[in-house]
């Protein structure tokens, strides 16, 4: 955990107190609703369908359980009881009235936690693996890098009104779990042959209406240089990014239309002429920085613990040990993936009652701690593998042990037009359909690792471009139609997937999908050929002739 | 509009000249880019200071050579959304040096006092009264800081090592 200090506590301090004159201002008629727009998004406020939605921040994932709690008593006290996950580790809130929203940020305020620059063209929250600090093989715990670009980025007093809105995100892994790829700036630590720790810094990386994996724009960058660096594309893309046409500021714009070579000489250019400045981060600044992170007093504990070897017995234990467990970098311990994808609910949702009860859990069994993903699922960092089984049980009882962690019912979707005054087409009910259709774990378990991405408009907060299977909902004359690809996926071999055919009606979403998956299930070469796999060998047509062939 | 220069609100000492008006023989002016580049011998020449207004949408490089020669520069915010300027103001400032009066220009408003001072503007037309009213208010509203700029406030992260220096020398 990253420890705030009296600054940063002053400073989010200053920024309630802020919002709440503008609040206040507006409230009065002094500001504009246009005025006040711009300054409402750079504190996470949207105007939603029904209401004010208040989106918050938790940085590169990571959540303490007084923290988890007091977002479970803003879900109580403003909103409607519960909040829902994004993909981008925020958290959501759909009911909040505009009066009370400063209270409820100085709520938030108290525990170190803010909505500042959730939404806007500034740049928005820095997300992370979810495993950070804990997985396996990991060069070191991104979340340092992390918070450094969360300070530097927040309040910007030169970049806090870009073309567009701006997103970071960083691994450590080789295996990666941040979707760097599909990020205006991706980074990935890694150590050069020297052994320096040190960016590939990846660019121009998007999703929206015109989908772009990032590229790199170089291979190297120092730690000690990264802000400087950051900083020398942020001023490019500030100058030079468009802004005659909202669909075209995103920085993926500007890199695709001047060409990768181009766009990094002129980075490398304005870089040369700040990179030792008071931006360039010695190793004393670094330290600083990672010792307020906090890691737990882990015991010497044994891998194949009596408790666990006991409870291999119980086939539904092992069901989900085996989905939901994955192994921790500390023998003894394991990383524990709560699904937020029950079957017939809307995917990232939680009650303010669940929340608590993560809190309770995760200062019992991993140490106060709580991570946020972008698949929209929790996980519990640092579970002693001994206490799985009574941790299991309990949060069985919560509704938080669905066993479909990574398979076709762990969907991403966004709030779609049940919420979202951009959706043309509603995201939660298909997902729901979905769970209910593939409920049977055993046949989801059959058909494997499937990432189904659903978003409700060509804004593409669902991510549909990446899914293995990605569903888009159009509007065609007043009536909801789905477009459906196949073979996107956002970790380390990002891809767009490929449109299989003309969109169909909302009432066909879920038979598609089932004729794609067993068109997989036909096809596939044997068990454990991936449907992502199977897709990249088969190309998209066996796919395209099976669902279109009776339609 | 309302000019507020050095934190307090100020009559403006500038007449802004038109690019098809003549220019006065005397006195402080601003005007445009294109009449600026036009002839800046001529301009030169003139008793009285010289502003130039820079529109957002052109490279700062090419008035550097004609820095030392500028009592003021204005940059424009069309509106308050469009932030190029404050990519400018810290060029021209921190890269070019540049000491003369740095003027915010266009929609000016209370909400970003805070990030052109740390940009580098001294002297704003703020589009409305009350904002200029509310500008010391205003400007002390934050008291941390984590971007160097050339400003001069001190970055939460410099604050911090200095306070680690002094708990160590202290022990």
Request: aromatic share 8%; charged share 25%; glycine share 8%.
């Amino acid at each position: 955990m990253y420890a705030y200090d009296e600054l940063d506590r002053t400073l989010i301090n200053e920024r309630v107190s802020e919002f709440r004159d503008q609040v206040k201002r507006r409230l009065s008629g002094e500001l504009t609703e246009d005025e006040f727009k711009m300054l409402r998004l750079q504190n996470g406020v949207y105007l939603q369908l029904h209401a004010y939605m208040l989106r918050v921040a938790i940085p590169y994932g990571t959540l303490s359980s007084k923290q988890l709690r007091r977002l479970a008593h803003v879900a109580r006290r403003y909103d409607r009881g519960y909040g829902h996950f994004t993909t981008r580790q925020n958290i959501q809130f759909n009911w909040i009235k505009l009066a009370e929203l400063p209270d409820a940020l100085a709520d938030l305020a108290e525990v170190g936690i803010h909505a500042m620059q959730t939404s806007g063209n500034n740049t928005r929250n820095v997300t992370s693996d979810q495993w950070a600090g804990v997985a396996p093989g990991e060069i070191e715990d991104p979340r340092i890098w992390s918070e450094l670009l969360r300070q530097y980025t927040t309040l910007h007093p030169e970049f806090s009104f870009l073309p567009r809105k701006f997103k970071f995100a960083i691994t450590a892994s080789a295996h990666d779990r941040a979707a760097i790829k599909v990020h205006d700036i991706g980074l990935r630590l890694h150590k050069n042959a020297e052994g320096e720790t040190g960016f590939e810094v990846l660019v121009g990386g998007g999703l929206g209406r015109t989908p772009f994996i990032g590229k790199t724009i170089k291979p190297f960058v120092p730690g000690r240089d990264l802000l400087s660096y950051v900083e020398a594309i942020l001023r490019v893309y500030n100058q030079y990014g468009r802004r005659d046409n909202i669909y075209k500021a995103r920085i993926k714009i500007l890199v695709h239309e001047l060409g990768i070579e181009k766009f990094a000489q002129e980075v490398e250019q304005e870089w040369l002429a700040t990179r030792d400045s008071a931006l360039t981060l010695d190793d004393a600044v670094v330290e600083e920085i990672r010792s307020r992170f906090t890691y737990p007093a882990y015991e010497k504990l044994p891998h194949m613990p009596d408790e666990l070897k006991k409870a291999a017995h119980d086939p539904d234990f092992e069901t989900w040990r085996k989905n939901s467990v994955a192994p921790h970098k500390v023998p003894g311990y394991a990383i524990v993936t709560l699904s937020l994808k029950p079957v017939g609910g809307p995917p990232g949702d939680a009650t303010a009652d669940q929340m608590d009860a993560v809190a309770d859990l995760a200062d019992k069994y991993s140490f106060g701690e709580i991570r946020v993903g972008h698949e929209q699922n929790l996980a519990l960092p640092h579970v002693a593998r001994r206490d799985l089984p009574v941790l299991w049980r309990a949060l069985d009882k919560v509704g938080l042990a669905t066993p479909n962690v990574n398979l076709v019912t762990d969907i991403i979707a966004c709030p779609g037009l049940d919420y979202c005054s951009l959706a043309n087409a509603r995201s939660i009910p298909i997902a729901q359909e979905l769970t209910r259709r593939f409920a049977n774990h055993d046949t989801a378990n059959l058909i494997g690792r499937l990432h189904v991405n659903i978003s409700g408009c060509i804004n593409a907060c669902g991510h549909h471009h990446v899914g293995h299977i990605g569903i888009l909902g159009v509007e065609k004359n007043g009536e909801e139609f789905y477009q459906i690809t196949i073979g996107g996926r956002a970790d380390e071999h990002a891809a767009v997937g490929t449109l299989i055919g003309p969109a169909v009606p909302y009432g066909e979403v879920a038979d598609v999908v089932e004729d794609i998956v067993e068109a997989y299930l036909a096809l596939r070469e044997r068990p454990d050929e991936l449907f992502i796999d199977a897709v990249k060998r088969l190309g998209v047509e066996p796919f395209r002739e099976r669902v279109y062939a009776t339609r | 509009m309302p000019l507020v220069k050095n934190g307090k609100i100020a009559t403006d000492t500038f007449v802004r000249v038109a690019d098809d008006d003549p220019l006065p023989g005397d006195g402080a002016i601003l005007i445009s880019a294109a009449r600026f580049l036009e002839d800046t011998e001529a301009v030169s020449r003139r008793l009285g200071k010289t502003g130039v207004i820079w529109p957002n949408n052109r490279d700062v490089d090419d008035l550097v050579p004609y820095l030392d020669r500028l009592a003021a520069v204005a940059l424009v915010f069309p509106t308050f959304r469009d932030g190029r300027a404050y990519s400018q103001a810290r060029l021209l400032r921190e890269r070019h040096g540049y000491r003369g009066e740095l003027r915010a220009t266009g929609q000016v408003l209370r909400d970003q006092f805070m990030f052109m001072l740390r940009a580098g503007f001294d002297a704003f037309e703020v589009k409305k009264e009350s904002d200029a009213v509310a500008f010391t208010s205003t400007a002390k509203r934050y008291s941390v800081f984590y971007q160097p700029t050339g400003d001069g406030r001190v970055t939460a992260l410099h604050r911090r090592m200095q306070q680690r220096h002094s708990e160590s020398a202290g022990r």
